[in-house]
């Protein structure tokens, strides 16, 4: 079985530096699981923090331009090439992100990757509100509802592909993994300050600078993810630079909740160990390392015995 180390948990928990620490002191090399800094250009909003990186190997950023499309399908497409690259060269994948879907879609696969966009369902669908597509789905797959999320619930997008595939036969793919998931958490009060904290640095590194500049190059917030992505969108609207920047940082308050609650109930029957470090305490870091060691110093023998 292939070993692969996954470094998740909501945003400003400091998995990027956790995810570089590690790599050095396993042979690890770093796959990103961000949907958000795949795209070329977009380095201060998403936090890419590549200083942090010390010249570890990191794969999967600036994978396309703000104004193409990218898809969990094609995120588990690289993504497969770029994990079979570091087996073949005995080094350990480190995954850290905070998109619980390309994780999980990475570990345990999905069920749905196979089936086609049926694009006369979407044309016919295009135009119906929310509600519309709840009771829809309701309707034509009541267990795919229940088993989603709030997040998924409002977005039109994934509620669309829920009715597409309703019926449809599915198959995952699976491969068997030695997987070790280490879960970053903190109390939200603790959380948000580190949130508010990296939002000002964001703003003295040049977040306006970047958006203007992104601006210059064709992209706008209708036509590229600028609109969509968090640190960016805000900018769109109107008000001062302070209610611009609390906007953000109630924003980013916001996906930290929504990221804890998906990683607690979708991550618990995943493939693989999982297991929570509380970011507040002191020596969880080091915690964090022996319980990585155990992890990593067993072979497959020991676990069949």
């Known amino acids: 079985m292939k070993k692969i180390l996954v470094i998740c948990g909501p945003t400003a928990t400091g998995k990027t530096a956790l995810g570089v620490k ?50 969990v399908a094609d995120y588990l497409k690289l993504a497969w090439e770029v994990l079979a690259d570091i087996w073949a060269r005995g080094k350990l994948p480190v995954v850290v992100g905070g998109t619980g879907f390309y994780i999980k879609a990475l570990t345990d696969g999905i069920g749905t990757l196979g089936i086609p966009p049926d694009w006369e369902l979407r044309k016919k669908l295009q135009n119906d509100s929310v509600s519309e597509l709840q009771n829809l789905l309701r309707k034509k797959n009541p267990q795919r509802w229940a088993r989603m999320n709030e997040s998924d619930r409002k977005n039109p997008r994934r509620l669309v592909r829920a ?81 611009i920047v609390r906007r953000w940082q109630f924003d980013e308050h916001d996906l930290a909740r929504r990221q804890m609650t998906w990683f607690r109930k979708a991550l618990r029957q995943t493939q693989g160990k999982f297991q ?22 067993k072979t497959d023998n020991d676990k069949e015995g």
């Open 22 to 71: 590690l790599a050095h002191r396993f042979g690890g090399e770093i796959v990103s699981a961000d949907s958000r800094q795949v795209y070329q250009g977009m380095d201060i909003g998403t936090g890419k923090d590549l200083g942090e990186l010390r010249g570890t190997p990191v794969w999967l950023l600036d994978v396309v331009r703000p104004d193409q499309l990218f898809s």
């Open 163 to 243: 009715i597409e595939v309703a019926g449809k036969p599915l198959n995952a793919r699976r491969l068997p993994l030695d997987a070790f998931f280490i879960g970053l958490t903190a109390p939200y009060e603790i959380l948000y300050r580190h949130i508010d904290e990296r939002v000002d640095k964001r703003i003295k590194e040049g977040i306006e600078k970047e958006i203007k500049g992104l601006k210059g190059k064709g992209y706008n917030f209708k036509n590229s993810v600028l609109g969509t992505t968090i640190g960016y969108r805000e900018w769109a609207g109107e008000g001062t630079r302070e209610e």
């Open 276 to 297: 929570w470090f509380d970011i507040g305490k002191l020596g969880w870091q080091k915690e964090v390392e022996k319980a990585v060691q155990r992890w990593y110093s």
